[in-house]
Nanobody
Framework: QVQLVESGGGLVQPGGSLRLSCAASRISFSRYQLGWYRQAPGKERELVAT???????NYADSVKGRFTISRDNAKSTMYLQMNSLKPEDTAVYYC?????????WGQGTQVTVSS
């Protein structure tokens, strides 16, 4: 079975930083487009950032300049470096791996930005 496991979430003060990781197993990691999504209470799930198999990145306007997505194919791991965190970044963050025919999700990790 394909498995995606997020880690690195937690409680952080406004202006602080967190680094999320998503480790994959039983998957041809380098072939997948990867992404981070988030869902806040009462809100729809939204795209945060994506990175293609060739390394091209895309970010939601709300996180541009603050978040950086990256991938390490040798470790089958994706990262999301989050800097200058704001209370509105509070959400459950999910990692995603997809091709044209497959779509996998992790269980999510909670990020709470509060003083």
């Amino acid at each position: 079975q394909v498995q995606l496991v997020e880690s690195g979430g937690g409680l952080v003060q406004p202006g602080g930083s967190l680094r999320l990781s998503c480790a994959a197993s039983r998957i041809s990691f380098s072939r997948y487009q990867l992404g981070w999504y988030r869902q806040a209470p009462g809100k729809e799930r939204e795209l945060v950032a994506t990175i293609t198999s060739s390394g091209s990145t895309n970010y939601a306007d709300s996180v541009k300049g603050r978040f950086t997505i990256s991938r390490d194919n040798a470790k089958s791991t994706m990262y999301l470096q989050m800097n200058s965190l704001k209370p509105e970044d509070t959400a459950v963050y999910y990692c995603n791996a997809q091709t044209l025919v497959w779509d996998y999700w992790g269980q999510g990790t909670q990020v709470t930005v509060s003083s």
